[in-house]
């Protein structure tokens, strides 16, 4: 027996383009393997164009199309409507939210959400703004409504950073969180490592796309601080925000910086932190000298990784990609597989 | 709603009555937070003596008692049922298999399952013997049966290595696995890189009860190779036994060896692996090098660790303890509420 769930796409980007391409090269085996066929009925983006085709739109064709023209306009299903039309208007029964970044509003995703969850549909996300801004508030509204909201692709793209926590943990206490939950930060410091100045390894992160032209956001530790409000919201209860993260990027790290820390066998990481005592939640981002025999010290490159202190094994830790086409495809095909596991508990 | 399960425990040495610690410190929040309650009906533990209460036992109770007097037998729920009895005549829905390990037969753990199986529970075990041998036997059977059994402790105690692959990695192609799956043997290994002789790391490792009076079982692969199968078996489909994987252990790799490895920049750790090629699936535990920059190079003393190479997110490794009380505790903990967690499911 196969469920099909019909997906509204809100953004074709990177991350859309790669979960078009996972559906296309897994889809058959998904049906055989899990019950579940996952078709695209609408997309909705601001640049490349607008698309509805109830019956399925063919992942290669759209793929093509990007690849070649750069948009979706000449498509056959080119509509004009805009995100919220198209969550209103749809044949969908999850929307896909992968707008852009606003951690000081969470829009217009947040308004994405409430709209979708008010018309009745599940919603994945890999956007980190309505997750770190409104996740309680988002969560609760899912839940009176018997929906589910997945957003695995928040943290550590399809690094399971928090599935692995609340199900393959699920009974542990999680005490403490640490991090490297920003990918450029920690290449940026890995270059510094080789002998590159903060300026030539930013350049070097720049040139290969793991930097953008502004690089504040990774490197000032907002992209982190993001991260980890969502960890501390997620995982430990906290009701907080971004700006509730105590913050310190990794500008003022110096080569003399880094030569200390190797000579005393540790290393500079930007580590992303959740501790709890008693009922208070302190979280912060800063960058922190880790001995080289903690797991966090080795992670190297754009490579993310997180410890979780736990009551009943210690230190557990993950370590994975933090960003990637196809990783965060996977960590919304990871989600869109998760509400098809709950469907029979939560009566879809 | 509550749902409540009854455990027969075979076994009660160090997981049991790590389990019975775990019970008795969070038996009240399990059932506020997940609304499952495990009680506890029956014993049956060659050494400690037996005893069946289909009313329940008290953890506490049952943790002073082996404390003071070293067995069950004064308990006024004393019986003289050996464990086929208990299977057979407890009032059980789960049977929690903690019996010894034998890597030849499977023995008398295999007899147990298929025992259990027929009267209708559900099993969790962490006892390598009979997933490493009879896995594809016992997971048909238990399908037909629409029952459960719950092996997370056989490979990585309750760091969740099997939970984290089958649930959080969903979706995923695993086409290589690569650990450190025995800690006995890479705290020895940690030991002689800090400049201990093999035969005093060993002896150190005794002493602080990570390895047994005959260390063979570890030092020699053993318990790697059934790991591997188990791995090989659960999570690549294969159909092989601890015997098929090829095995090499580390009492060859002397000291120069070891300083070898540290001046070209890595380390020696003994690496179970398993990877596929079409349908060829081959499996070894060997001593390798591993170069400083992988994530398991850094692991050290009794932690164990598990590298999983996917389609869609390159490496992925997890890092946490190989053994230990609480862990293992934890580990039949986990493979209860995924129990619980599936009852609707399967419809218990």
């Known amino acids: 027996m196969t469920t099909t769930y019909r997906l509204a796409l809100l953004g074709f980007g990177v991350v859309g383009q790669g979960l078009a391409e996972i559906l296309r090269d897994k889809g058959a085996q998904l049906e055989r393997e899990h019950g579940a066929r996952f078709v695209i009925t609408a997309i909705a983006d601001p640049l490349k164009g607008s698309l509805s085709a109830p019956e399925g739109l063919d992942p290669q064709e759209l793929l093509d199309r990007v690849g070649r023209e750069g948009n979706l306009r000449g498509h056959a299903a080119a509509c004009d ?133 502004d690089p504040t956001g990774d490197v000032e530790g907002h992209d982190a601080a993001a991260k980890v409000a969502i960890l501390a919201n997620v995982l430990m209860g906290a009701s907080i925000g971004p700006a509730d993260v105590e913050r310190e990027g990794i500008t003022r790290l110096t080569p003399q910086d880094i030569e200390s820390a190797r000579s005393e066998n540790s290393r500079w990481k930007l580590i992303g932190s959740v501790s709890r005592e008693g009922e208070r939640v302190s979280a912060s981002v800063r960058p922190q000298r880790m001995p080289l025999t903690h797991p966090l010290a080795s992670v190297s490159g754009p490579i993310n990784a997180v410890t979780y202190t736990t009551d009943m094994l210690g230190d557990v830790t993950l370590v994975g990609p933090g960003a990637g086409k196809l990783a965060t495809g996977f960590a919304v095909l990871s989600d869109l597989l998760d509400i098809h596991a709950r469907r029979r508990v939560i009566r879809l």
């Open 81 to 213: 409507w805009d995100a919220l039309h198209t969550i209103d208007h749809a044949a969908a029964d999850v929307v896909v939210e992968m707008t852009y970044t606003d951690l000081k509003t969470g829009e217009p995703a947040t308004t994405h959400f409430r709209r979708a969850l008010q018309r009745g549909c599940h919603i994945v996300t890999t956007n980190k703004g309505p997750i770190a801004l409104h996740y309680r508030e988002l969560a609760e509204l899912a839940a009176q409504r018997n929906l589910i909201i997945g957003y695995e692709g928040t943290v550590m793209s399809g690094t399971p950073s928090l599935r692995m926590a609340t199900t393959a943990l699920r009974g542990c206490a999680i005490s403490a969180i640490s991090g490297i939950l920003n990918g450029t930060t920690n290449y940026i410091l890995t270059q510094m490592e080789a002998g590159a100045t903060y300026e030539a390894a930013l350049q070097e992160a720049q040139r290969l796309g793991y930097a953008e032209a």
